[in-house]
């Protein structure tokens, strides 16, 4: 018979390493963080004996005349970058001009050389020649690349030129107001090119001479001009697009916590720093000079918003808006009045023949009430339009000179900006007080302490370092 025996049961693995991770607990005191001294002395000791290879062999041989080389190669970029921006320039406005305008090649060889109109006729055969004359002259590889820069250079001016153009002016106050109008602009980019297609298409059937679609373009005319007249009259009357993107963008990203989620540098205690590698003295030097960027982008983003507001942006949009009014107004009724003398010439007395820049004439003196003795209205309709052209001519300008005198539009964007502003400095504070609590120091010591070590962001982390300097000191109750 077999004996009985208590056996125990052994735990499975995974619950020996739960049962460690979870409930094992260590009398022992743990070791006390290292002072940060001693931290950033270790950083520069590793960093200075295992220095980047940043100069190359040959370099080294001769650097006077590898500089010599490279400057020579940079200069002929340049010349070879500077002659397709000419060739680029040239294309693009051919395009934009054959698609917007018209044969224009064919006008000007009309009026300069008119016995060589027939060449256009063979446009195919001067691209064909003038491939061929580029396939002999330059290899695939700069062919190909010149062709893409050509073809992409409206990218090109909107991803490198201007932003270099904005970076080499180095005025945050430039960068962010031209950013601001931009983006204004932008904002009813939707909407202006619908009324833009509806305007066009109301001109064309007015234009057409046939009474349905002259009727039909008039009212068209007058719907979508009170359409974009109330648009614009319903946006200056809040703050611009720029700061209420900039609240939404801000608020949306401190809800998400994205800057609670990056990569925080751990602080190493009296044991563990002493089997410190070079590996972990970069880790915790770039990481910590992460930390000091943000708040520093942070800060120079507040004060970059602070200047916005302050500045002369708001100012431009309202003479951009009352400018751009005033044109659409003058060209709306350019063709409404037309279209009413298309209909019944009789509605206007003219003491001369009238064309269309007359009609553009009288609809700019109508503006405002004016009159002109080459056009006067006669007709009741003609004498409507004429008022609803006044009108909507004064309303345009009033609604203008009403935000501007109750100062309007200013406040709602001092009272948006004023909340972005004490949002982005109360996390910018947020983040210093943590960062001098961690490491013992204040954050212009901790630069200076990134700056020793030889960080590679030294140059961004100084300028807005400087850029930000009237928001370190600030706290989020302070008015500026």
């Not at 708040?295 to 951009?320: E, M």
Request: glycine fraction near 6%; aromatic fraction near 10%; charged fraction near 20%.
């Amino acid at each position: 018979m077999r004996s009985s025996q208590i056996v125990k049961q052994r735990p499975q693995r995974n619950q020996k390493v739960y049962a460690r991770s979870a409930n094992f607990r260590d009398d022992s005191p743990s070791p006390p963080p290292a002072p940060s001294n001693e931290v950033w002395d270790l950083i520069n000791k590793l960093v200075a004996e295992n220095p980047s290879p940043d100069a190359s062999a040959d370099t080294r041989k001769d650097p006077t005349r590898r500089r010599r080389g490279l400057t020579r190669r940079r200069r002929k970029r340049t010349d070879w970058r500077r002659a397709l921006d000419v060739v680029a320039s040239a294309v693009w406005t051919f395009i934009v001009v054959k698609l917007f305008i018209g044969d224009l090649d064919r006008v000007m060889l009309t009026a300069i050389w008119p016995e060589a109109v027939w060449l256009l006729d063979f446009r195919w055969l001067l691209v064909l020649v003038l491939a061929a004359l580029l396939l002999l002259l330059f290899n695939w590889r700069r062919l190909g690349l010149s062709l893409a820069y050509v073809i992409g250079f409206p990218l090109v001016l909107t991803c490198w030129k201007f932003p270099k153009f904005l970076i080499k002016k180095r005025s945050s106050l430039f960068v962010v107001g031209f950013a601001g109008i931009v983006m204004s602009l932008g904002s009813k980019a939707r909407p202006f090119i619908i009324a833009l297609a509806i305007a066009c298409l109301s001109g064309f059937m007015i234009t057409s001479t046939e009474q349905p679609w002259v009727i039909a373009g008039i009212i068209a005319m007058v719907l979508v001009l009170v359409w974009w007249l109330s648009i614009t009259a319903i946006d200056l009357l809040r703050s611009t697009a720029f700061i209420r993107a900039q609240k939404k963008f801000i608020n949306w990203a401190l809800e998400k916590r994205f800057i609670d989620k990056l990569p925080a540098p751990i602080v190493p205690n009296r044991v563990t720093i002493q089997s410190w590698t070079i590996d972990d003295a970069r880790k915790f030097r770039d990481s910590t000079g992460y930390s000091v960027l943000v708040t520093r982008v942070l800060q120079f983003w507040a004060v970059c918003i602070d200047q916005y507001r302050k500045g002369p942006s708001v100012v431009l949009l309202n003479i951009f808006a009352t400018v751009g009014l005033t044109i659409q107004v003058i060209l709306a009724f350019t063709f409404i009045n037309l279209g009413v003398y298309i209909l019944a010439p009789a509605q206007f007395s003219s003491s001369s023949s009238t064309e269309w820049w007359t009609f553009v004439y009288y609809s700019a003196a109508g503006t405002y009430f004016g009159e002109i003795s080459a056009l006067a209205p006669v007709g009741s309709f003609a004498i409507i339009s004429k008022l609803l052209n006044g009108i909507l001519g004064l309303l345009v300008v009033g609604t203008v000179i009403l935000s501007i005198t109750l100062n309007y539009r200013s406040v709602r964007a001092d009272i948006d900006a004023d909340g972005v502003v004490g949002a982005l400095t109360e996390k910018a504070s947020e983040l210093e007080k943590i960062s001098s609590a961690q490491h013992q120091m204040s954050l212009r010591d901790l630069e200076n302490r990134l700056i020793t070590a030889g960080w590679g962001f030294l140059g961004i982390m100084q300028w807005l370092s400087n850029h930000a300097a009237g928001q370190e000191q600030r706290t989020p109750t302070d008015k500026s």
